[in-house]
């Protein structure tokens, strides 16, 4: 069992800046692919970004935010980052981290394909 938990949400006005990190317990972190997920009010929860285990350095981030938001990952601190500029009143949400432990050969970007979730973070971006 892997436990998540995100921080750094917060508000912020348009135009703004947030970094969401999102600490792991356990071991096996840099074998998990990792995910960010959101969830805005009477909304799906929809992929944002993910970032390939190691030793691969691939990520995948949704259309709405790509050039906008960062992912990195630092194994050696069991943390995920989510580095969001340029943030518009739409981003507003709650942000979900969350692991993929299957080792498959892709890059998960659905729901299903990730095994542990955080509690969420929220993040709310003004006009």
């Known amino acids: 069992q892997v436990r998540l938990v995100e921080s750094g949400g917060g508000s912020v006005q348009a135009g703004g800046s947030l970094r969401l990190s999102c600490a792991a317990s356990?071991?096996?972190?840099?074998?998990?692919?990792m995910g960010w997920f959101r969830q805005a009010p009477g909304k799906e929860r929809e992929f944002v970004a993910a970032?390939?285990?190691?030793?691969?350095?691939?990520?995948r981030y949704a259309d709405s935010v790509k050039g906008r938001f960062t992912i990195s990952r630092d194994n050696a601190k069991n943390t995920v980052y989510l580095q969001m500029d340029s943030l518009k009143p739409e981003d507003t949400a709650i942000y979900y981290c969350?692991?993929?432990?299957?080792?498959?050969?892709?890059?998960?970007?659905?729901?299903?394909?990730?095994?542990?979730w955080g509690q969420g973070t929220q993040v709310t971006v003004s006009s």
């Open positions: 969350a692991a993929d432990r299957s080792l498959r050969a892709g890059l998960g970007i659905l729901r299903y394909e990730y095994h542990y």
């Open positions: 356990g071991s096996v972190f840099s074998t998990y692919d």
């Open positions: 970032i390939k285990r190691s030793p691969d350095i691939i990520s």
